[in-house]
């Protein structure tokens, strides 16, 4: 059973005294992917992969490791996770196999984090080549959407 590659902790009271809020509000904030997400990238890029961000919103990828090598930042949420491009989710969008796949030809893989346990995230690294894997195995469905309990068992069940 693989361990998480690591753990982002955040300071609660600290946080929320920061913001002037109520640490519940912070708790919705924190765990909510698309509102987390620019946090946790920079987190990512700086301490775990001792990288850069993306040039713009508009790449292909989120971060650059200190090799060049390029990472998406994904998290699991209650509604779950998915590993195709953002362009693919959302209102009036439909995953494209051939973008998907072309997507993990340009990266190295995926940083996972899991939201839901803020605030102390741990996260998991994962080689495209694996996520590749789940794909031609049929464990990320038709759109790689998953559910929350179905990403956890793949990321715990890594070699």
């Known amino acids: 059973m693989a361990k998480p590659a690591g753990l982002l902790d955040w300071d609660l009271s600290r946080l929320a005294l ?6 519940s509000d912070v708790t919705l904030y924190f765990t909510d992917g698309r509102r987390v997400s620019f946090m946790l990238e920079r987190r990512i ?6 990288g850069t961000l993306a040039p713009s919103e508009g790449a292909g990828w989120d971060v650059l490791d200190s090799s060049g090598k390029k990472w998406e ?9 998915y590993f195709s491009p953002s362009y693919m989710v959302g209102s009036g969008r439909s995953f494209n196999e051939p973008g998907f796949l072309s997507k993990l030809d340009e990266i190295e893989g995926y940083v996972v984090s899991d939201i839901e346990s803020f605030p102390e995230i741990p996260f998991w690294i994962i ?6 894997s789940w794909w031609r195995s049929g464990e990320l469905g038709t759109s790689t959407k998953i559910s929350r309990a179905k990403a956890l068992k793949l990321v715990k069940a890594m070699p």
């Open 18 to 23: 920061a913001m002037q809020l109520k640490e």
């Open 45 to 50: 890029a700086y301490e775990v992969l001792d």
């Open 73 to 81: 930042v994904r998290s699991i949420s209650r509604g779950g996770i």
């Open 127 to 132: 080689p495209g080549d694996l996520v590749r």
